[in-house]
C-alpha cells in the first residue's frame, strides 16, 4: 500500500531518519555515563573554590590581627586542599605562633614539614621546605624564650638548640630561608650562648650552698669551738679541782661520817662510863670479888 501523499519518503531519507535516531541514543547514553564523571569535577571545583575562598578569609583575618579566627579559618583547609596539604598546617601553625602559643604553632609546623615537598638527597632544601623550617625554628625559639623567663635555662637551652637544629641550612648564606632565617638563625646561636652560661652560674651557685658542714662555717663538734671551752666531762673542768667527786674532794674533809663527828653529850656519857667501869673494878679488888655492880649512865 502506497503512503498517503506528502509522507512519501526517499530510500536517502530514510536512512539519514535511522542515522539520527541511533545517533540521539549514543548521545543519551552518553551523557548517562558522564553524569557521574561530571558530578565529581564540579565537587573538585567546588572544593577549590572553597579552599581560596577560606584561604582569603584566613589571610584576611590575620592581617586584620584575629589570629584564632585566622587558625580556624586555615584548619578548615585541611579537608579542601588536597592539592598542596601541607599549606593548612603551616598557615594554621603560623597564625598560632602569631596568636603567642609557641607550643601549639610547633605541633602544626612539624606536621607541615612532614608533608611539605622536599629536596632530593643532598641538595639544600628549597623555599617552601625552608619556610616552613624558618617558622619551627621561631616556635622553638619562643618556647626557649619562654623557659629562660621561668628560671630554666637548662630547658631553654635545650629549645635553642632544637630551633637551630629545626633550621637545618637554610640560615647559612646562601640559603633558601632568606635574611629572616639568617636573622634567626644568628638570634638562636646568641640565645643558646646566654642560657649556658646562665646555666653554669645557676650550677656553681648551688654547689656554693650545698657545700659541706664540716668545711664551713659550721663545723663539727669534735673539731669547732665546741672542742675548747665545752669539753666533755671526761675531759673538761670535771676532772680538775673545782669539781671533785666527793670520795677526793672537800667532801671528804668538810662532810666527816657521823662516827667522827665530836658531840659534847656523848663524850662526856662515855666518860662518866669509863669512870664507873674503873670505880667498880677497884672495889670489887678492894672487896676481894663479889657481885656489887656500878651504875653505867
Same mark, same amino acid.
Given at each position: 500500500?502506497l503512503?498517503?501523499?506528502?509522507?512519501?519518503?526517499?530510500?536517502?531519507?530514510?536512512?539519514?531518519?535511522?542515522?539520527a535516531?541511533?545517533?540521539?541514543?549514543?548521545?543519551?547514553?552518553?551523557?548517562?555515563?558522564?553524569?557521574?564523571?561530571?558530578?565529581?569535577?564540579?565537587?573538585?571545583?567546588?572544593?577549590?573554590?572553597?579552599?581560596?575562598a577560606?584561604?582569603?578569609?584566613?589571610?584576611?583575618?590575620?592581617?586584620?590581627?584575629?589570629?584564632?579566627?585566622?587558625?580556624?579559618?586555615?584548619?578548615?583547609?585541611?579537608?579542601?586542599?588536597?592539592?598542596?596539604?601541607w599549606?593548612?598546617?603551616?598557615?594554621?601553625?603560623t597564625?598560632?605562633?602569631?596568636?603567642?602559643?609557641?607550643?601549639?604553632?610547633?605541633?602544626?609546623?612539624?606536621?607541615?614539614?612532614?608533608?611539605?615537598?622536599?629536596?632530593?638527597?643532598?641538595?639544600?632544601?628549597?623555599?617552601?621546605?625552608?619556610?616552613?623550617?624558618?617558622?619551627?625554628?621561631?616556635?622553638?625559639?619562643?618556647?626557649?624564650?619562654?623557659?629562660?623567663?621561668?628560671?630554666?635555662?637548662?630547658?631553654?637551652?635545650?629549645?635553642?638548640?632544637?630551633a637551630?637544629?629545626?633550621?637545618?641550612?637554610?640560615?647559612?648564606?646562601?640559603?633558601?630561608?632568606g635574611?629572616?632565617?639568617?636573622?634567626?638563625?644568628?638570634?638562636?646561636?646568641?640565645?643558646?650562648?646566654?642560657?649556658q652560661?646562665?646555666?653554669?652560674?645557676?650550677? =656553681?651557685?648551688?654547689?656554693?650552698? $650545698? !657545700? +659541706? &658542714? *664540716? #668545711? /664551713? @662555717? %659550721?663545723q663539727?663538734?669534735?673539731?669547732?669551738?665546741?672542742?675548747?671551752?665545752?669539753?666533755s666531762?671526761?675531759?673538761? =673542768?670535771?676532772?680538775?679541782?673545782? $669539781? !671533785? +667527786? &666527793? *670520795? #677526793? /674532794? @672537800? %667532801?671528804?674533809?668538810?662532810?666527816?661520817?657521823?662516827?667522827?663527828?665530836?658531840?659534847?653529850?656523848?663524850?662526856?656519857? =662515855?666518860?662518866?662510863?669509863?669512870?664507873?667501869?674503873?670505880?667498880? #673494878?677497884?672495889?670489887?679488888?678492894?672487896?676481894?670479888?663479889?657481885?656489887?655492880?656500878?651504875?653505867?649512865?
Amino acid at each position: 500500500m502506497l503512503p498517503p501523499p506528502g509522507e512519501f519518503k526517499t530510500t536517502v531519507e530514510i536512512r539519514d531518519a535511522k542515522y539520527a535516531a541511533d545517533l540521539r541514543r549514543k548521545r543519551k547514553r552518553l551523557l548517562l555515563w558522564s553524569a557521574p564523571l561530571m558530578l565529581i569535577a564540579l565537587l573538585v571545583a567546588l572544593k577549590l573554590l572553597s579552599a581560596v575562598a577560606l584561604n582569603m578569609a584566613g589571610t584576611s583575618a590575620y592581617q586584620h590581627a584575629n589570629h584564632n579566627t585566622a587558625a580556624d579559618r586555615f584548619a578548615s583547609l585541611e579537608f579542601f586542599n588536597v592539592v598542596e596539604p601541607w599549606k593548612a598546617h603551616f598557615n594554621q601553625g603560623t597564625a598560632i605562633y602569631a596568636g603567642g602559643d609557641f607550643f601549639g604553632a610547633k605541633e602544626e609546623l612539624v606536621v607541615a614539614l612532614d608533608l611539605v615537598p622536599r629536596s632530593p638527597q643532598g641538595e639544600p632544601p628549597g623555599k617552601e621546605e625552608c619556610d616552613v623550617r624558618t617558622n619551627l625554628s621561631l616556635a622553638y625559639e619562643g618556647m626557649g624564650d619562654e623557659a629562660m623567663a621561668a628560671g630554666d635555662p637548662a630547658m631553654g637551652a635545650n629549645y635553642y638548640d632544637q630551633a637551630q637544629t629545626a633550621l637545618s641550612n637554610c640560615g647559612e648564606s646562601g640559603g633558601s630561608g632568606g635574611e629572616q632565617a639568617q636573622e634567626a638563625e644568628e638570634r638562636q646561636e646568641q640565645s643558646q650562648s646566654d642560657a649556658q652560661q646562665q646555666q653554669e652560674e645557676q650550677q =656553681e651557685g648551688q654547689e656554693g650552698e $650545698s !657545700e +659541706s &658542714p *664540716s #668545711e /664551713g @662555717e %659550721s663545723q663539727s663538734p669534735s673539731d669547732g669551738e665546741s672542742s675548747g671551752q665545752s669539753e666533755s666531762p671526761s675531759d673538761g =673542768e670535771s676532772s680538775g679541782d673545782a $669539781s !671533785e +667527786s &666527793p *670520795s #677526793e /674532794g @672537800e %667532801s671528804g674533809d668538810q662532810s666527816a661520817s657521823p662516827t667522827e663527828s665530836s658531840d659534847p653529850q656523848q663524850e662526856e656519857l =662515855e666518860s662518866r662510863n669509863d669512870d664507873a667501869q674503873q670505880s667498880a #673494878e677497884a672495889d670489887e679488888q678492894a672487896s676481894g670479888g663479889g657481885n656489887g655492880s656500878g651504875q653505867n649512865w
